[in-house]
């Protein structure tokens, strides 16, 4: 059974910073990975997408890795910024039986970008 | 706007009622999910829906039930509810291209509360 952790759970880094996420996966049997922001009390935002055939990809500071063989993903957040903060989560698609697919989420890293 | 729109908002609701939430997405997606966030906001795929055929994650009990009645739209029905089911609940939706997984785009999110 899949299992997707984030390291680390919370974070606090003053503005400007260069910073990096964590995501791991048990089974790299995975089709893609996808990095998501969801901000208090709102619903997730995809921020990048990686293929499970790519290695990385990149949309204005953010920068999203992949290792499949060592089942390691990292999202880099260049020169942050307060807007930056809210809880990155992390989520593996994968087959759920049947012919169907679904993402196995990891519990999140809460980012706090001081001003 | 397109987008996957979800209602209503809030739920607030007595343990032992039956209650829907409607999902509808205008993407034109072919596959449409949903999940649940719980208190610790720990995000769970509930059901997986593509061309009528439904996914369930077995560990989700028989008392929720995804319904379609077109291709858009995917509402979550549940009966007897129960203190438990208190969490907020997310639907999504995703193309599907032969051998390629595109990503999933979600809802705003629905916060059902079981009192």
């Known amino acids: 059974k899949q299992e997707v952790t984030q390291i680390p759970a919370a974070l606090s880094v003053p503005e400007g910073e260069n910073l990096v996420l964590n995501c791991s996966f048990t089974?790299?049997?995975?089709?893609?990975l996808q990095w998501f922001r969801q901000d208090p009390g709102k619903g997730l935002t995809s921020l990048l997408l990686i293929q499970s055939s790519q290695r990385e990809q990149t949309s204005g500071r953010l920068n999203a890795s992949l290792d499949k063989s060592s089942g390691r993903s990292t999202l880099y957040i260049a020169a942050s910024q307060p807007g930056d903060s809210a809880t990155y989560l992390c989520?593996?698609?994968?087959?759920?039986?049947?012919?169907?697919?679904?993402?196995?989420f990891g519990k999140g890293t809460h980012l706090i970008i001081q001003p | 706007d397109t987008a996957v729109s979800q209602t209503p908002k809030y739920l607030v609701t007595q343990m032992g009622n039956d209650k829907s939430i409607k999902c509808e997405q205008n993407?034109?997606?072919?596959?449409m999910y949903w999940y649940k966030q719980d208190s610790k906001k720990f995000l769970k795929i509930m059901f997986s829906y593509n061309n009528k055929e439904l996914i369930i994650n077995e560990t989700v009990p028989n008392r929720f039930s995804p319904k379609s009645p077109d291709k858009a739209h995917l509402n979550l029905h549940i009966n007897s509810l129960e203190l438990g089911d208190s969490a907020v609940y997310f639907c999504?939706?995703?193309?599907?291209?032969?051998?390629?997984?595109?990503?999933?785009?979600f809802g705003p999110g629905t916060r059902l509360t079981v009192l």
């Open positions: 089974d790299s049997a995975i089709y893609n």
């Open positions: 999504a939706s995703s193309p599907r291209t032969s051998g390629f997984y595109n990503e999933q785009f």
């Open positions: 993407l034109g997606h072919d596959t």
């Open positions: 989520a593996a698609r994968e087959p759920v039986g049947g012919g169907a697919d679904g993402l196995t």
